[in-house]
T-cell receptor
Framework: DTGVSQNPRHKITKRGQNVTFRCDPI?????LYWYRQTLGQGPEFLTY????????KSRLLSDRFSAERPKGSFSTLEIQRTEQGDSAMYLC??????????FGPGTRLTVL | QQQVKQSPQSLIVQKGGISIINCAYE??????FPWYQQFPGKGPALLIA?????SEKKEGRFTISFNKSAKQFSLHIMDSQPGDSATYFC???????????FGTGTLLAVQP
């Protein structure tokens, strides 16, 4: 396994623009999670997929956020009409069934 | 009830000393308690984890102590090394999704 990969690693955007992040989980991991981490805080759960089905979304995930996992492989997280408060590290993790969650390196988003 | 409280916020230890980080939880449905290590600009990496059927787990220099009745668990790092300097997060999970609830983190600095 090559580990969880995330792209891009860094994204700088202007307020009001849309951004999309990609996560490639460890192959054959059926569970995929998105978390958000702000400076000096622990990661906070955003959403969870089991295969292609999005089974839980946090109240942190406003209507401007949408996530997909087509075919149960890679996942994308899109933020529409970005706000300065969206600036954070967006982390993806994957696991096999209820096993250990392995995290990717994250995408650092800066909204100007 | 979903919170995981972590202390101390920061810790300075001399090389060769013992680092101790504590966490407490409220939700008795939690059944998995991992510790993650995070270096600046990187995603969290699993260090060691425990389930509530055991009171202690040791892996090399890292030990988790678990007190189910007190709903507390702690990480002990023996013979702390400068390379251990990082942020440590405790977490807890349980239920169908297994989403992780993280503590606020402890910034550990091991002085040579």
């Amino acid at each position: 396994d090559t580990g969880v990969s995330q792209n891009p690693r860094h994204k700088i955007t202007k307020r009001g623009q849309n951004v999309t992040f990609r996560c490639d989980p460890i192959s054959e991991h059926n569970r995929l999670y998105w978390y958000r981490q702000t400076l000096g805080q622990g990661p906070e759960f955003l959403t969870y997929f089991q295969n292609e089905a999005q089974l839980e979304k946090s109240r942190l995930l406003s209507d401007r956020f949408s996530a997909e996992r087509p075919k149960g492989s890679f996942s994308t997280l899109e933020i529409q009409r970005t706000e300065q408060g969206d600036s954070a590290m967006y982390l993806c993790a994957s696991s096999h069934s209820s096993g250990t969650q392995y995290f990717g390196p994250g995408t650092r988003l800066t909204v100007l | 009830q979903q919170q995981v409280k972590q202390s101390p916020q920061s810790l300075i230890v001399q090389k060769g000393g013992i680092s101790i980080i504590n966490c407490a939880y409220e939700n008795t449905a939690f059944d998995y308690f991992p510790w993650y290590q995070q270096f600046p600009g990187k995603g969290p990496a699993l260090l060691i984890a425990i389930r509530p059927d055991v009171s202690e787990k040791k892996e090399g220099r890292f030990t988790i102590s678990f007190n189910k009745s007190a709903k507390q668990f702690s990480l002990h790092i023996m013979d702390s090394q400068p390379g251990d300097s990082a942020t440590y997060f405790c977490a807890a999970s349980g239920g169908a999704t297994n989403k992780l609830i993280f503590g606020t983190g402890t910034l550990l600095a091991v002085q040579p």
